[in-house]
T-cell receptor
């Protein structure tokens, strides 16, 4: 049973556009929500993370929006670039337990 | 900061042999390390959680006698795949959580590609 549901599975965006990836969770014990970026053949790299006590966090072109009541959170990549093409994973953590979404393969076309 | 290394980056072995993968936190101490397995185009699946100086906690369905984990120090954890078979071929990734860190942030290693012939 997947504890974190991520969509879409794949996403194609034109250069300069906005990429939006959505995640939803059920377990209210989750209290930390990171996003990871993974390039082929590499380990995931922490991109940005948020706690449920804030509704939005922005770091450069990357923004997390968090809706605690709906148990949903999303990643927005502004001004998407071809170099952003990668697989993105959302995750949710409670204590030592981190659960990942299924991943979104983002392709940014030049 | 927060760099995690893995060695080797890729390994090819014959069926029936054992393979050891090392995971090191280079610039911080990690009381907890995690081992994941990732099949092509799939998400990361947690295999086990390793705490320094104690036995690893394995996820349901992961054979602890096949995937031996040792976390001998605050900077090193090893995963040994014993009697490897072709179905064990996968991308193995470790992560480490900084000792005393609040926020559950895990830093991932670059992964090890295991191919069992």
């Amino acid at each position: 049973q997947q504890q974190v549901k991520q969509s879409p599975q794949s996403l194609i965006v034109q250069k300069g556009g906005i990429s939006i990836i959505n995640c939803a969770y059920e377990n209210t014990a989750f209290d930390y929500f990171p996003w990871y970026q993974q390039f082929p053949g590499k380990g995931p790299a922490l991109l940005i993370a948020i706690r449920p006590d804030v509704s939005e966090k922005k770091e450069g072109r990357f923004t997390i929006s968090f809706n605690k009541s709906a148990k949903q959170f999303s990643l927005h990549i502004m001004d998407s670039q071809p170099g952003d093409s990668a697989t993105y994973f959302c995750a949710a953590t409670a204590n030592n337990d981190m659960r990942f979404g299924a991943g979104t393969r983002l392709t940014v076309k030049p | 900061g927060a760099v995690v290394s893995q060695h080797p980056s890729r390994v090819i072995c014959k069926s029936g042999t054992s393979v050891k993968i090392e995971c090191r936190s280079l610039d911080f101490q990690a009381t907890t390390m995690f081992w994941y397995r990732q099949f092509p185009k799939q998400s990361l699946m947690l295999m086990a959680t390793s705490n320094e100086g104690s036995k690893a906690t394995y996820e349901q369905g992961v054979e602890k006698d096949k995937f031996l984990i040792n976390h001998a120090s605050l900077t090193l954890s090893t995963l040994t795949v014993t009697s490897a078979h072709p179905e064990d071929s996968s991308f193995y990734i470790c992560s480490a959580r900084q000792a005393g860190a609040r926020g559950h942030t895990q830093y991932f290693g670059p992964g090890t590609r295991l191919t069992v012939l």
